[in-house]
């Protein structure tokens, strides 16, 4: 499976942003798509996941409220909507695929397949 983030860009406190995460190739039942995030000189981080097959999202306790998982059946794209921006959220955004789940992991080294990542820049 290939994953292809996009959609990071400047934007200001407050403001909203939404990236894509583009899926091809082939996935399973038991796929799930999440999104990490990593600052200069920090840890890769969860932000939130879905499964493939539909359901409802999960999410970092640092995020809820203020951004939302959807999925794109007809594009097949995961889309990670981000409203209220701080400029804690400026990181590179990556979004992962975890082919053979058993949940919706936190832990990144449970995904093996990653897109290039996105860089999100939110001003004060």
């Known amino acids: 499976v290939q994953l292809q983030a996009s959609g990071g860009g400047m934007v200001q406190t407050g403001d909203s942003l939404r990236l894509s995460c583009a899926v091809s190739?082939?996935?399973?039942?038991?796929?799930?798509i999440g999104w990490f995030r990593q600052a200069p000189g920090k840890e890769r981080r969860f932000v939130g996941g879905?499964?493939?097959?539909?359901?409802?999202?999960t999410y970092a306790d640092s995020v809820k409220g203020r951004f939302t998982i959807s999925r794109d059946n007809a594009e097949n794209t995961v889309h990670l909507h981000m409203d209220d921006l701080k400029p804690e959220d400026t990181a590179v955004y990556y979004c992962?695929?975890?082919?053979?789940?058993?949940?919706?992991?936190?832990?990144?080294?449970?995904?093996?397949?990653w897109g290039q990542g996105t860089l999100v820049t939110v001003s004060s």
């Open positions: 992962a695929a975890d082919l053979a789940a058993r949940m919706i992991s936190g832990n990144w080294k449970t995904y093996t397949s």
């Open positions: 190739g082939r996935t399973f039942s038991r796929s799930t």
């Open positions: 879905i499964w493939w097959s539909g359901g409802s999202p």
